[in-house]
């Protein structure tokens, strides 16, 4: 049976293609280009999937190249600049993907800088598909996160994301400054 929506929490083929094209991104954005997310595109194109999959995975591949193009204009491999470009395209899942292997190796107030801007990202990925309790949890734990870490925050508007987590803002603000050295 086919899902009438790509709704990665509840159907099994969207959550696949979702987490199989968020982890080719990885070698994709080291290698500067989207071969490796084009394979996994192609794997799942190759099987006639239903309309809403396909769309997916265009926007998802448009979207990829967009990442690709901004980073390699930015000159910056770093992974808060990766995560903050994902960000600004709408990817949150994947800024999720990206931040969470530099959290695994960061120390202190990056690790929880990185673990809030997570949380974030985990916000709208759920206000996307309407689990609003959810979502505003993890807002909440991003919140208090930030604001104990607010002198270390640098690389992004800090103040601006704050007041888009307080409100539960569904407008995911844009966070990447091309001109900030991190």
Same mark, same amino acid.
């Given at each position: 049976?086919t899902a009438q929506l790509f709704?990665?929490?509840?159907?099994?083929?969207?959550?696949?293609?979702?987490?199989?094209?968020?982890?080719?991104?990885?070698?994709?954005?080291?290698?500067?280009? $989207?071969?490796?997310?084009?394979?996994?595109?192609?794997? +799942?194109?190759?099987?006639? #999937?239903?309309?809403? +999959?396909?769309?997916y995975i265009e926007a998802r591949?448009?979207?990829?190249? /967009?990442? $690709?193009?901004?980073? /390699?204009?930015?000159?910056?491999?770093?992974?808060?600049?990766?995560g903050l470009v994902l960000w600004?395209?709408?990817?949150?899942?994947?800024?999720?993907?990206?931040?969470?292997?530099?959290?695994?190796?960061?120390?202190?107030?990056?690790?929880?800088?990185?673990?809030?801007?997570?949380?974030?990202?985990?916000?709208?990925?759920?206000?996307?598909?309407?689990?609003?309790?959810?979502?505003?949890?993890?807002?909440?734990?991003?919140?208090?996160?930030?604001?104990?870490?607010?002198?270390?925050?640098?690389?992004?508007?800090?103040?601006?994301?704050?007041?888009? $987590?307080?409100?539960?803002?569904?407008? #995911? #603000?844009? $966070?990447?400054?091309?001109?900030?050295?991190?």
């Amino acid at each position: 049976m086919t899902a009438q929506l790509f709704e990665p929490f509840q159907d099994r083929m969207s959550r696949d293609i979702r987490n199989d094209l968020s982890e080719a991104l990885l070698p994709a954005l080291n290698q500067n280009t $989207l071969a490796p997310v084009r394979a996994v595109a192609d794997k +799942y194109l190759q099987k006639g #999937p239903a309309a809403p +999959y396909i769309a997916y995975i265009e926007a998802r591949l448009t979207k990829y190249a /967009a990442a $690709l193009e901004t980073l /390699a204009q930015s000159g910056r491999k770093d992974a808060l600049t990766r995560g903050l470009v994902l960000w600004d395209l709408g990817l949150f899942f994947e800024v999720h993907e990206v931040l969470e292997h530099a959290w695994l190796a960061a120390k202190g107030a990056e690790k929880e800088i990185l673990q809030a801007l997570i949380r974030a990202a985990g916000f709208y990925i759920k206000s996307e598909f309407g689990y609003v309790a959810g979502g505003a949890k993890m807002a909440t734990r991003a919140v208090a996160a930030l604001e104990k870490n607010h002198q270390a925050c640098t690389g992004f508007d800090l103040d601006i994301l704050l007041q888009s $987590l307080r409100n539960l803002d569904p407008v #995911p #603000p844009k $966070l990447f400054r091309q001109d900030s050295a991190h």
